[in-house]
């Protein structure tokens, strides 16, 4: 069964379990997974409105992405544990002779990029649901206007648990090209993405 078919608390039981996953990574997917899902409720309840007329269109437009973005940040929470549980199966690999190891040691990297690659990508949509985020403030629903920095909170919380994943990846990879290039990327969208959250929290005081 995939973790976002887990009822509330069976998934919190499963995490704060022994099991080694789901973790962090997919702990950061669930937290943007509800900051997104906070924009699109408050798109749900500014459409129609006569008090916002004037913003239907980027209303609509908010609420067509923000559905988007929300099954994708659904879906990154079973995929960062796949990409952790493809890692994982490298250990039952055997290493009795030399080919072996060699075979291992290749696995291995190819695993860990995989798992670099899932929370850089999870960091790619988070920076998109901040975006839209930042549209529908100040003219959306004023009454749900906590609920947008609450969703901003969420998405930041996200994307800097998403980065410690890449980061724990990428130390063990010892292809450094590929290392700088996502090393180098990943701070990008970091930096962008907490100074985009930063501005919407701040934003956000003003109005309640």
């Known amino acids: 069964m995939k973790l976002v ?11 704060g379990s022994d099991e080694p996953a789901p973790g962090g990574g997919s702990a950061s997917a669930l937290a943007a997974a509800m900051g997104i899902s906070l924009v699109k409720m408050v798109a749900e309840l500014t459409t129609g409105k006569k008090k916002y007329a004037e913003h239907e269109n980027l209303i609509q437009g908010v609420l067509s992405e923000a559905s988007r973005l929300q099954i994708e940040l659904l879906e990154a929470i079973d995929k960062d544990t796949e990409a952790f549980n493809v890692v994982s199966a490298v250990f039952s690999m055997p290493k009795e002779t030399e080919e072996e190891k060699a075979a291992r040691r290749d696995a291995m990297q190819q695993a860990l990029k995989g798992a670099a690659v899932s929370p850089y990508e999870m960091m790619e949509t988070i920076i998109q649901a901040l975006k839209i985020t930042k549209k529908a403030v100040g003219k959306s629903n004023l009454n749900a206007a906590s609920d947008l920095g609450v969703a901003a909170l969420n998405l930041k919380s996200g994307l800097q648990g998403a980065w410690l994943n890449v980061l724990i990846n990428l130390s063990g990879i010892k292809d450094q090209g590929f290392v700088e290039v996502y090393r180098a990327k990943g701070e990008e969208l970091l930096k962008d993405g907490c100074e985009l959250a930063d501005s919407i929290y701040e934003e956000i005081l003003t109005l309640v």
């Open 5 to 15: 078919e887990l009822k509330v608390n069976e998934f919190m039981t499963v995490l």
